[in-house]
């Protein structure tokens, strides 16, 4: 294949995960009785510009289907994050009423409805019916559309323009990566700010996250990757923040190429820096990655035949897409884990794709009291303990499988 960036040549590989369904095509009773249709998980690495890429991939209409069942709004952790984001972006670039904020990939609208209430004019751009529905439901003003170059030449003639545009867990979502990138730096005003939040790669690669690659991430970037991307697309970074969110991740301040309005931060340097001495840039780095994923899976399996052997039950929480991918991988079935409990009533009633295993509410884990619940978005850990030890008559242990195996 070629790099979808640069176009060069791509050999390298950094992980094969083997054939899996798209992470968030949750099946219905009705779907049961039917074949999935699975892709190659495979991810390999461009020496050329060293974008981290999946090697096959569906089309995005299939996985960002009418029906996605992501809600970002359940997260509580994440809620927070976006209520500490509006209000430092505000006060750092001096919005106002006048002025404008536009997300892409607005999900269910968490992020852009505290813009709203801080009396900000903003619009919303995502392509799923299901989360612009909810978005709308606030109040929220969403266009229904995948951002281009071409959408954004239409949207910028009937007159929408960015002072701020907010691009959070989208940048590694989308196949034409450049053509993403510029449709951004289209939208944005001559002053304007454009902010892309993505899980860093180099914590991906250094704890082996080997459950956050799945066909709805195109991409995996470091600095580096992302720096030469947004330069194609004619932005420059000015500014780089390290999060917690999604394992570490990189957020990424940008404005056009030819603004003068920031000055580089030095943060910048720092990030560089940091990515040259990790030697991000050589086939090294990415060395033994398949050898740590094949541990972890390895690891989840002996505790779960153990468990079962010992006739100890093991619940599951969390039908996250990062979760299919580890559940997958692991070769698992409601054999070793009976049910995965979610919040998210769009998920309840349905099934996790690939194990096939039922998704709950979280009563279910009242009702049964599992010995074991085993949180598959690791990354909120903290917060889903907490929700536990708040129900009655449960007493279990809480075990994540990644980056290690850890029961309690």
Known sequence: MRCRHCGEPVDLILVDLGSAPPSNSYLTDENLRSPETCFPLRVLVCESCWLVQTEDFADATLLFSSDYAYFSGYSTTWVEHCRAFVDRAIDRFGLNQMSRVVEVASNDGTLLNCFHARDT????????????????????????????????????????????LVANNVLAHVPNIVGFATGCRMLLADDGVASFEFQYLVELVQDALFDTIYHEHFSYLSLTSAEAV???????????????????????????????????????????????????????????????????????????????AQRKSVAGYGAAAKGNTLLNYAGMSAGLMA??????????????????????????????????????????????????????????????????????
């Open 121 to 164: 004019k903003c619009t919303g751009i995502e392509p799923t019916a299901s989360t612009a529905a909810a978005a709308r439901s606030l109040g929220l003003e969403v266009l229904e559309v995948f951002l281009d170059e071409k959408v954004a030449d239409k949207l910028v003639a009937d007159g929408l323009v960015a002072d701020l």
């Open 339 to 408: 049910y995965v409990v979610d919040n998210n009533p769009a998920k309840q009633g349905r099934y996790l794709p690939g194990s096939r295993i039922p998704i709950v509410a979280e009563q279910r884990i009242v009702d049964e009291s599992p010995d074991f619940v085993l949180i598959l978005p690791w990354n909120i850990r903290d917060e889903i303990t907490q929700r536990l030890e708040a129900l009655d008559g449960w007493s279990g242990v809480v075990v994540t499988a990644v980056p290690e195996l850890r029961v309690g």
């Open 230 to 308: 947004l330069e194609t697309a004619g932005l420059k970074v000015f500014d780089v923040e390290q999060l917690s969110t999604h394992g570490g991740s990189l957020r990424v301040f940008t404005q056009r190429s030819e603004s003068t309005r920031y000055d580089t931060n030095d943060s910048v340097r720092h990030f560089r820096d940091r990515e040259a001495s990790l030697g991000v840039t050589s086939p090294s780095f990415y060395s033994g990655f398949q050898e740590r994923a094949d541990q972890i899976r390895a690891d989840l399996v002996e505790f779960l035949v153990d468990a079962k």
